[in-house]
């Protein structure tokens, strides 16, 4: 079982014992910062991805569109494209996730447990949007287990 | 002043963005943003603006209440606001946190309150100027209300119950599939616990959303009576429930039915159905 921030993969543990520090008003004033860097996580013009997730779901207030390609060395890229209605909660962890979870193989994404979300976003957030905060970590999981059964599919 | 408020009811109680642009200095104001949002303030607001959160400042973190009279006193002091302060509030999803954070001050005694019509979205559209600053004012000495005016703009469950009972008007402005039961919270939000769907017996359906234009401001006086007043069959005289999923959406047509359409006796059932839907025996309709 995991247990320390020690089994995140290395950005994303970086990116979780910066947040565990804040206070809870630097930490908003970053999850602000992230939020600003949500649409750098969009896919670019000309990029291929193995697997494309574009929809609506109910606990969302706009469309969100996940992009997987999976690269050289079992490395997951992520892009993500957030509808204009997206709440700023949901594009920092945009941020956040893409720039902690990219370069890590499927598995491991697939593996990571969600209790890391609260040290980031702190408790008073949680509380007040509790499903928000962990939707986006949610589709980038199910896009890797599609992935994943896809591949192991093909592989018959 | 514009046009389409002169025929309002409370022509007072609203402002555009335009007069909003000409008075951010005025002092005798306070701009309030209240969203829906949790972080959308800090990411830019109209300058001058203090954030009151609704779940933050104007509720007990303890029981499902609101502040008290102290606590409310102390939330205007240090956001600069004295007790004849015209606060001006505005903010996202149409205005429906702006409308439940002025209908809680209202709640206090507060009267000297207005909406900015289109609200947060119609600022932006405009290309209007926005800062991240956050201000600061001077505290203020506001007098400590000397009680919570429930009686006059809120009802509890065992008062909707008796309302209900009574045949008198119930408005339920959650959307229709909430309505009749088929979904227990709105299209594109989270089910937030409630147990049971449908509706309370009796209440009629009209989504808050027919109040509003696209562009996020309210209809006129003349779209807003043919709605409320003759197909609704609302008395502008009589005594008048609305409700919807926690109360930030029947806070929208509370505004509607109260300052723009002036009608006497309107009262917002908070509860509404996170604790209706939840409550042991409480009747419960589905269908249309």
Redesign the interface.
């Given at each position: 079982m995991k247990n320390g921030s020690s089994d995140y993969p290395e950005r994303l543990r970086e990116i979780i014992e910066f947040f565990d520090s804040l206070e809870e008003v630097e930490k908003?004033?970053n999850?602000?910062a992230y939020?600003?860097n949500a649409p750098k996580q969009e896919p670019r013009e000309g990029e291929a991805f193995d697997l494309e997730d574009v929809r609506?779901d109910?606990?969302?207030?706009?469309t969100v569109g996940v992009y997987l390609r999976v690269e050289e060395g079992n490395r997951s890229c992520f892009r993500i494209a957030l509808g204009p209605?997206v709440?700023?909660?949901t594009r920092?962890m945009t941020a956040i996730l893409c720039t902690g979870l990219n370069g890590s193989p499927p598995e491991s994404i697939l593996d990571i447990r969600q209790d890391f979300v609260p040290k980031i976003v702190g408790g008073?957030?949680v509380r007040?949007?509790s499903?928000?905060v962990y939707y986006v970590l949610g589709r980038m999981k199910g896009a890797c287990k599609a992935y994943m059964h896809r591949r192991d599919r093909d592989s018959i | 002043m514009n046009d389409k408020f002169t025929s309002y009811a409370h022509p007072e109680a609203i402002v555009d963005t335009e007069w909003l642009s000409q008075n951010l200095d005025n002092p005798a104001i306070r701009i309030i943003e209240s969203n829906?949002?949790?972080?959308?303030y800090?990411?830019g607001h109209v300058p001058g603006a203090v954030h009151i959160d609704w779940?933050?400042d104007l509720q007990d973190d303890d029981i499902r209440d609101y502040i008290n009279p102290e606590e409310f006193a102390a939330l205007c002091s240090r956001n600069g606001i004295a007790s004849d302060t015209v606060c001006v509030f505005y903010g996202d999803k149409s205005n429906w946190w702006s409308c439940y954070a002025l209908w809680a001050f209202r709640m206090f005694g507060h009267t000297n309150i207005r909406i900015v019509d289109g609200g947060r979205a119609k600022w932006f559209a405009e290309n209007r100027p926005t800062t991240r600053e956050t201000p600061s004012f001077p505290a203020t000495d506001y007098p400590v209300p000397e009680k919570r005016l429930d009686d006059e703009v809120r009802a509890f469950a065992k008062e909707t119950l008796a309302h209900a009972e009574a045949g008198k008007p119930l408005v339920d402005v959650r959307s229709p599939g909430e309505f009749r039961g088929d979904v227990t919270?709105m299209?594109?939000?989270?089910?937030e616990g409630v147990l049971r769907g449908g509706h309370i017996p009796g209440a009629q359906s009209t989504p808050w959303s027919t109040a509003a234009n696209e562009d996020a401001t309210f209809k006129s006086r003349e779209q807003l009576e043919e709605i409320y007043t003759k197909n609704l069959n609302l008395d502008p005289e009589g005594e008048t429930i609305v409700y919807c999923r926690i109360g930030e959406r029947s806070s929208h047509t509370w505004f509607v039915l109260t300052y723009l359409l002036g009608y006497a006796n309107v009262r917002n059932y908070d509860g509404s159905w996170t604790e209706w839907g939840n409550t042991v025996r409480a009747p419960i309709e589905k269908g249309d």
């Open positions: 908003r004033e999850l602000i939020a600003d609506k109910e606990e969302c207030t706009d209605q709440q700023t909660l920092a008073e957030l007040i949007r499903q928000t | 829906e949002d949790v972080l959308l800090e990411t779940r933050r919270h299209p594109d939000y989270p089910q």
